[in-house]
């Protein structure tokens, strides 16, 4: 089981959603960087499932005096005591519905831990969201700003980010909203469709869109290690992301090239710039200079409360399945910092190659 990413920085999460803690370990990062854990801790506030989930992460090594030394940061996150299967229920028998339980089985010969999703949890988010923090707090005092909205709950719309004025100051404003939209009238419909869904006894996905700005231009590498490729990669740590497209994404394959291809100019202090920005801050998987935009899909939380169809996978016979009563019916409001972490992963691990950085 890989649970180790591996690039300039790297990043090891170990634990599982019911063991007894969580945790991650980050290595490479720059030492005598300043780290506000308040901050962290606020940030990490967000990931939070339920108000009884504790996503405070305790700091073992790596930070001292607010200081990174050099060595590892290790953080973990204790859990609550696990609850045990009950065996009336056979949940550890059953393969639940969009879950991984029925694939985990097979890969791991049976012996993966189920409760709650194991190693498969959206729980393991947590500590990937510390390692995020870390990273961008590296960032921020270099101006380099990364921020994330709700784009789209189910057929619901948000205001997109601009993809040419984008600023910090739009950025910041998101931060301190706990329902972080740019139209807040949409914010309130968008609401009262998870409300409505919920009584259904349903769930529903939707779209992230996050956007960074201050990043210089020339930072990525082609074929392999494209500043995509690694955004990409980390995204699709995250449970229930269908997809993620840069830009223009998936609408460019509507338009021409001349529509698409986004005209260059030379501001007035003497930067290259884009009149547009289809590009989404990326040419050749490197930084163009423009803010870096992309949007992340997510499918609806898999717990539902509805009866779905399903086996068992000790005695391969076909069986009903009831989720839990008291389940999320929306969990991209708190992937929202997720997508913003594994950001600040990806960009700062390629800016550790940039001149002067460290």
Known sequence: MSSVWNNKISVSVFGEAQSSAIGVTVNNLPSGEYIDVKEIRK???KTARNKRENV???????????RTTGAPVCAFIQNYSPEPLAPAQNLDHLARCGHADYTGAVRYRGFNDVRDGGHFSERLTVPVCFA?????????????????????I??????PFDPVNLS??????LREKNFPVINERKGWLMQEEIDRIHEKGDSVGGIIECGIVNLPAGIGSPVFDGLQNTIAQLV?????????????GFRATAMTGSMCNDDFYVDNHGHVKTETNNH?????????????????AFRPNPTIAKEQKTIDMHELTEETFTGDTAYNPCTVIRYVPCVEAVANIAILTHMLEYPDFC
Do not use: W
């Open 43 to 45: 940030f990490m506030s």
């Open 56 to 66: 405070m992460p305790h700091v073992v090594s790596g930070i001292f005096n607010e």
């Open 132 to 152: 995020g923090a870390v990273c961008g707090q590296i960032l921020e005092r270099r101006s380099i700003y990364t921020g994330t909205h709700i784009a789209k």
């Open 154 to 159: 189910h057929k619901i719309n948000d205001n």
């Open 168 to 173: 910090r100051e739009h950025i910041v404003s």
């Open 236 to 248: 699709f740590s995250i449970p229930e992301v269908t997809g993620i497209e840069f830009g223009a």
């Open 280 to 296: 989404g801050g990326i040419l050749g998987g490197i930084s163009s200079g423009m803010p870096l935009i992309f949007r992340v």
